[in-house]
C-alpha cells in the first residue's frame, strides 16, 4: 500500500476513533462502526500503533467533547460484535478480525498508560502544591520564632521599665497623700479658704495625670491598649475626629475628670471673686 494510501487510512482510523470517544454507541450503530472499520482495514491496512498515544491524549484533555471511558466501552462492543459474527459462522468481518483485536488492544494499552501517566502526574502536582504549603508555613513559623526571640530578648528590659514605672507611681500616690494632707491641715488657718481648694483641685488634676501618663506608658511598654472601644479600633473612621472628640471618645475618664476639674476651678475662681468683693459675709 502506497504512503499516501496508508496516512489517509490512518486519517480516517483517527477520525473514527475521536467518533468513538464522543458518546456510548447502541447496537445497531456499534455495526455500523465495523462496517466502517472494515472498509478502512480492507487492502491490507495496518495502523500505526505511534498514533495512538496523541490520539488518547487530545481526548483527555479535551474532557467537554470526548470521554476515555465511552472509548473503552465502544471498543469493547466492537471486539463483542466481531466475536459474535464469528461464533455465528457468518464470517462477515473474519478479514478484519486479528486487526480490530490488535486495534483494541493498543488503545487499551495506551488508555492503561495514559491513566498511569495521569495519576502520577496528579501525585506530583499534589507533592508540588504540599510542598508549597510547607514552605509558606515553614516562613510563618521562621516569623513567629524570629518575633518571640525578639520578645524574649527584650522582656527583661520590658520588666524593668515596668516596674520602674510602678515604683514611680508608688511614690507619686505617697507624695501626693502627703501634700492633701498638708493642705487640709491648713485649711484652718487660711484666710481665703477657695485658695485651699484651688490648690488641692489643682493637686489632683497633675496626680490623675501624671498618674495616667505612667499607666499610659506600662500600656505601650507592654503592647496593652488602653483606650476605650471606638467605632473603629484603629480610629479608620472616613469623618476624622477633632482632637478633643478623639480624647472624649478613646479616653473619657481622662477627659470627664479634667472637665470636671477645670469646672471645679472655674466655680471656685467665681465664688472667690464674690469673697474678694465682699458679697460673701
Request: aromatic share 0%; net charge negative; proline share 0%.
Given at each position: 500500500m502506497l504512503i499516501?494510501?496508508?496516512r489517509r487510512r490512518q486519517d480516517l482510523l483517527k477520525a473514527r476513533i475521536l467518533e468513538l470517544a464522543k458518546e456510548s454507541l447502541d447496537e445497531s450503530e456499534i455495526r455500523k462502526?465495523?462496517?466502517?472499520l472494515l472498509d478502512i482495514y480492507s487492502g491490507g491496512f495496518r495502523h500505526s500503533y505511534a498514533d495512538f498515544f496523541p490520539i488518547i491524549s487530545e481526548i483527555s484533555q479535551n474532557?467537554?467533547?470526548y470521554a476515555l471511558d465511552f472509548l473503552t466501552n465502544n471498543l469493547s462492543c466492537i471486539c463483542k460484535c466481531i466475536e459474535d459474527d464469528f461464533e455465528s459462522g457468518k464470517n462477515e468481518f473474519t478479514e478484519i478480525h486479528s486487526q480490530?483485536?490488535?486495534l483494541c488492544d493498543h488503545l487499551n494499552l495506551e488508555i492503561g498508560r495514559w491513566n498511569y501517566y495521569s495519576k502520577n502526574e496528579k501525585k506530583i502536582e499534589d507533592l508540588e502544591l504540599r510542598s508549597v504549603d510547607l514552605n509558606e508555613e515553614m516562613k510563618v513559623a521562621e516569623r513567629k520564632l524570629t518575633k518571640a526571640s525578639k520578645k524574649a530578648s527584650s522582656i527583661q528590659t520590658e520588666l524593668i521599665a515596668v516596674l520602674s514605672i510602678f515604683a514611680a507611681i508608688v511614690t507619686t500616690f505617697s507624695g501626693s497623700f502627703t501634700f492633701l494632707g498638708s493642705v487640709m491641715t491648713?485649711?484652718?488657718g487660711a484666710e481665703h479658704y477657695e485658695a485651699v481648694v484651688m490648690a488641692a483641685i489643682v493637686c489632683g488634676m497633675v496626680i490623675f495625670n501624671t498618674l495616667f501618663l505612667m499607666m499610659y506608658m506600662v500600656g505601650k511598654i507592654t503592647e496593652r491598649n488602653i483606650y476605650a472601644r471606638c467605632v473603629t479600633e484603629d480610629c479608620?473612621?472616613?469623618k476624622k475626629c477633632c482632637g478633643i472628640t478623639k480624647v472624649r471618645k478613646r479616653l473619657p475618664y481622662v477627659f470627664w475628670f479634667n472637665l470636671i476639674?477645670?469646672?471645679g476651678?472655674?466655680?471656685d475662681l467665681v465664688i472667690w471673686w464674690f469673697d474678694m468683693a465682699g458679697y460673701i459675709g
Open positions: 499516501e494510501e496508508q462502526e465495523v462496517l466502517r474532557e467537554q467533547i480490530i483485536n490488535k491648713s485649711i484652718n479608620s473612621c472616613e476639674c477645670i469646672a476651678c472655674i466655680v
